[in-house]
Nanobody, 120 residues
Framework: VQLQASGGGLVQAGGSLSVSCAAVGRLMAINTMGWYRQAPGKQRELVATIAHDGGTHYGDSVKDRFTISRDNARNTVALLMDKLKPEDTAVYYC???????????????WGQGTQVTVSS
């Protein structure tokens, strides 16, 4: 099972970008999915999470600017980022709490990360 992220890139401050992530492989179920980010020299921090029923949680720094969504049928999660600021520059990582078909427990899986750069 893997998380394959796509999207991101370079945008000017005030602009918008989106990133998406797909869970691929032999999956039994996915619980919470989410996005985290890590800027150079800083710890990884929560951006947003979304539960299987659609309940969402956002980090304080992105509330009212970012929107997380998911498609349970396709095992995907997306993050739409509006009103981007230079301080949003980071590597964005997809995360999922899932259970494999041949697994007996829930585990957290990370995607490979995708770069988001916001120029001032």
């Amino acid at each position: 099972v893997q998380l394959q992220a796509s999207g991101g890139g370079l945008v000017q401050a005030g602009g918008s970008l989106s990133v998406s992530c797909a869970a691929v492989g032999r999956l039994m179920a996915i619980n919470t999915m989410g996005w985290y980010r890590q800027a150079p020299g800083k710890q990884r921090e929560l951006v947003a999470t979304i539960a299987h029923d659609g309940g969402t949680h956002y980090g304080d720094s992105v509330k009212d600017r970012f929107t997380i969504s998911r498609d349970n049928a396709r095992n995907t999660v997306a993050l739409l980022m509006d009103k981007l600021k230079p301080e949003d520059t980071a590597v964005y990582y997809c995360n999922a709490n899932l259970r494999r078909i041949d697994g007996s427990f829930w585990e957290n899986i990370w995607g490979q990360g995708t770069q988001v750069t916001v120029s001032s």
